[in-house]
């Protein structure tokens, strides 16, 4: 495999604000926010050469693979504790992995990518065997493509997952790569064995298109009580007055899904919108009530390699049926978190969920 594609160093600054400015608008309805922000996702299909053998978590062992060779490869400050925030600033491993808020900016730092792990109860892939996983990167960061390609190459040819009784990990083939469109499923090939080079399509998601979702997922709510169900396919670990949340509560998932997007759109995007959670999300999450709680808790735990030590990625999974007499102002933020995942660990696969009607 070759890859021709031109690996750009980016300045960004990373700007977030975790106070919502006030506003006179009247309570949010479908279509009275415009959140600016876009999301590209990537799903890579692989094969094993040689068995590789996952923990029941796949997604910290692969982000793991792939920091390491970032970091090894492309960051040449990679072992210092604290790396000067100029090399920072330049540097696109760092902006990738690693990048820090002044306290003057304030906020919670939104990586520019998540990753969606294998969803599959399989561990072990003997050669010959498949399997596939994504990589979404939002807003204006679509020059860190080509290190994620180079990086998801470089794991499969070192190997990942649990070492063999011959002291190696098991390796994999890049089979193909696709542009994929998570709420159409529209898909558009961007490199398979017969192409000599990654071609740069995308299927960029936009908040017009959430919008569309969000009105059609509406008419479905209406078909069927009002009830909408959320399947949590990852771990959603989310925490709630300094808690970890081990119920799945409407309150606190609605809170963070909001957060997230909105220091999404500061920090990758186009600037927050002008939203307050007091007036325009808060009044509508009230009014939400959990109609069957069908989740249950997943302890997991994985390797850190920023903290030098495990790291609990334990969260809800399942499904729960949620009840509210109006959904118009929470449904595209909702639509937008399937996009971003939501909550803890979503660099390493958690918070992954799909919405439906019934």
Same mark, same amino acid.
């Given at each position: ?49 040689? %068995? ?6 796949? *997604? ?18 990679? !072992? ?8 920072? @600033? ?19 730092? !939104? ?10 109860t ?36 070192d190997?990942?997952?649990? !070492? ?11 089979? !193909? ?18 192409? @000599? ?23 479905r ?26 119920? @799945? ?7 963070q899904v ?36 069908? %989740? ?11 903290? *030098? ?10 499904? @729960? ?20 995942q939501?909550?803890k ?7 992954v ?6």
């Amino acid at each position: 495999m070759t890859y021709h594609m031109e690996l750009k160093s980016k300045m960004t600054s990373l700007q977030s604000n975790s106070q919502l400015s006030p506003s006179g608008r009247s309570h949010a309805n479908l279509s009275s926010i415009h959140i600016p922000l876009s999301a590209y996702h990537f799903r890579f299909t692989v094969t094993a050469e040689t %068995t590789i053998t996952f923990h029941d978590f796949k *997604g910290s062992a692969l982000r793991g693979a792939m920091a390491g060779y970032l970091k090894r490869t492309y960051c040449p400050e990679w !072992r210092a504790e604290r790396t000067d925030p100029l090399h920072q @600033a330049v540097c696109p491993v760092c902006q990738l992995l690693s990048y820090e808020l002044t306290p003057e900016e304030g906020g919670d730092i !939104r990586r520019p990518f998540a990753l969606r792990p294998p969803l599959t109860t399989q561990n072990v892939f003997t050669a010959g065997e498949s399997f596939d996983f994504g990589l979404t990167l939002f807003g204006n960061q679509f020059a860190y493509l080509p290190y994620l390609v180079l990086a998801v190459r470089a794991v499969g040819e070192d190997g990942v997952g649990v !070492r063999g009784e011959n002291g190696r990990r098991g390796r994999f083939r890049i089979e !193909r790569i696709d542009a994929v469109n998570l709420l159409s499923g529209a898909t558009q090939p961007m490199w398979t064995p017969a192409t @000599a080079t990654v071609q740069v399509a995308t299927l960029p998601i936009t908040h017009e298109e959430v919008l569309q979702i969000a009105h059609a997922l509406k008419e479905r709510l209406q078909s069927n009580a009002m009830r909408l169900t959320i399947e949590f396919a990852t771990p959603m670990r989310l925490i709630q007055t300094g808690h970890i949340a081990k119920e @799945a509560a409407f309150f606190p998932l609605m809170k963070q899904v909001v957060l997230r997007v909105l220091d999404l759109c500061a920090q990758h995007g186009e600037g927050r919108p002008d939203v307050m959670l007091k007036r325009d999300i808060f009044p509508a999450a009230d009014t939400v009530m959990l109609v069957a709680d069908e %989740t249950r808790w997943w302890d997991v735990t994985g390797y850190s390699s920023r903290l *030098g030590r495990e790291q609990w990625l334990g969260g809800l999974i399942g499904r @729960a049926i949620y009840r509210a007499e109006n959904w118009d102002a929470l449904l595209p933020w909702l639509v937008w978190g399937e996009v971003v995942q939501v909550g803890k660990n979503v660099v390493k696969g958690c918070g992954v969920y799909r919405l439906s009607a019934g």
